[in-house]
């Protein structure tokens, strides 16, 4: 009986740029991850599912020459034997053969990456994490929820996650470089029960490294305060009035800034900031900074998905639209440089997203914007996908709290709010200090001075 040698990572990948090149590649691209992944979820005392897995994919870009441009074809696979490799190497070139060409295809013009700086995207030591451990904290969550008031009486179950990557990329001009990966989660959705009404919510810590995960309990006790306050939940009577974003919704509104800032949505002109670039479009008050290489932070790393260095890139600085965010297909489709922002899959070809996206802190914590604000909303969850790049318009599903003569009144549900995202970048009017990191983008507490909210 033979045994199969499992062929080193690097091997791989210089073995697949290799054989390309061979088979009439101009330009070739891999990148090889391997991944771990540990998940559990508890609901009251049952452990509900465990899940292990384990992985080593490739995917391999080819570009081959033409008059009109290069042609690009990608492929991919799980199959890492030597004669598999060889396989994807020449079928990948033999399908680029086929497609059209396309003068803004190929490698960056600009140079790769030198510098490989240790971001601080994982620990070691937390490989050694047992899924026991992992169950044990989703229990702990659990149990300090449904103990924290006798209303909380059930739940959706407390989540626990981990999961190490060695993502390894390089490409036929020479660059080849390779970092790991590590996130880690914890979450709880408990349910609220008050006579017929019944509310859920959650809380969720997230960080690089175990020890950056905020304590079990206190993820359950955050959590249950948070569904308990919702009950009692009624509807508004429809009205034009301040809205507060709390730093778990404002996120999503950066997000859908930095959706219509992607050199896609700009050369197609599908983004309403389109021909906007140099003007005043937000608020004073609004700096917006993506930056790939703040130590620790969750969308860090080295290099971007095209083997190019990560970098600070300000947006938009005290109102002002200042750069898009790009990749190398993407500016030479608007004939600018990449700012570093190509992100790589094993199966997709580059494209454009955001590093570590945050807004950058004010003055004041969220309960002094709510005693300044008199009378309004706070939200604190949307719902629906009710936004439109093309044309800015806006217009979400909330719940949140009802706020009257400076303090919170009573929270509220059914409710829609809406407004045009240009127009609420221009009214934003306060911004918290409270920047609190629980995924790639971060946003204090925002308040914008009116909106439509849809009631009663």
Not at 9 to 22: F, G, H, T, V
């Amino acid at each position: 009986m033979s045994v199969q040698l499992l062929i080193p990572d690097e091997e791989i990948l210089e073995s697949a740029l290799a054989q390309a090149k061979s088979a009439g590649a101009a330009q070739v691209d891999a990148v090889l991850i391997r991944s771990d992944s540990r998940e559990v979820r508890v609901r009251g005392e049952e452990i509900e599912f465990v899940k292990q897995a384990s992985e080593r994919c490739l995917g391999v870009r080819a570009m081959v020459q033409h008059e009109g441009g290069k042609s690009t074809a990608l492929t991919s696979t799980s199959d890492l034997s030597a004669q598999a490799i060889t396989e994807i190497a020449k079928d990948t070139v033999a399908l680029a053969r086929v497609t059209a060409a396309d003068e803004c295809a190929g490698l960056p013009d600009e140079a790769s990456a030198k510098d490989l700086p240790d971001l601080g995207t994982h620990n070691p030591s937390d490989r050694d994490v047992s899924i026991e451990t992992r169950i044990e904290e989703a229990q702990k969550a659990e149990q300090a929820a449904r103990s924290f008031d006798s209303r909380i009486d059930n739940s959706e179950g407390s989540e626990a996650s981990s999961n190490f990557s060695h993502i390894i990329y390089g490409h036929s001009d020479g660059f080849t470089g390779s970092y790991q990966s590590a996130y880690h989660s914890l979450s709880c959705s408990p349910l609220a029960t008050q006579g017929e009404t019944k509310q859920v919510d959650y809380w969720s810590t997230v960080g690089r490294s175990l020890a950056d995960l905020e304590a079990p309990e206190s993820v359950g006790r955050k959590a249950a305060e948070r569904a308990l306050g919702h009950l009692g939940a009624r509807r508004i009577p429809t009205c034009e009035a301040p809205v507060i974003f709390d730093s778990l919704v404002a996120p999503g509104l950066l997000r859908q800034v930095a959706s219509c800032l992607s050199g896609y949505s700009v050369y197609r002109k599908s983004s309403f900031l389109a021909d906007r670039m140099g003007d005043l479009i937000a608020s004073e008050r609004v700096t917006l900074t993506d930056d790939g290489r703040r130590p620790g932070g969750l969308g860090s790393k080295p290099f971007d998905g095209e083997g190019l260095a990560t970098r600070r890139n300000v947006l938009i600085q005290n109102g002002k639209l200042q750069s898009w965010l790009l990749d190398s297909y993407s500016g030479r489709k608007l004939g600018l440089p990449t700012t570093g922002n190509a992100s790589r899959s094993v199966g997709s070809a580059p494209g454009v997203s955001t590093t570590n996206l945050w807004l950058e802190p004010g003055t004041g914590t969220l309960d002094a914007i709510i005693e300044d604000t008199g009378t309004g909303l706070l939200v604190t969850q949307l719902m629906g996908m009710g936004f439109n790049a093309t044309t800015g318009d806006y217009s979400q599903g909330a719940r949140g709290f009802w706020i009257e003569k400076g303090r919170v009144a009573f929270p509220v549900e059914e409710i829609t709010i809406a407004s045009n995202l240009g127009t609420m970048l221009q009214k934003i009017d306060a911004i918290g200090e409270e920047l609190i990191w629980r995924g790639l983008t971060a946003s204090p507490p925002i308040r914008i001075s009116e909106m439509t909210i849809a009631g009663e």
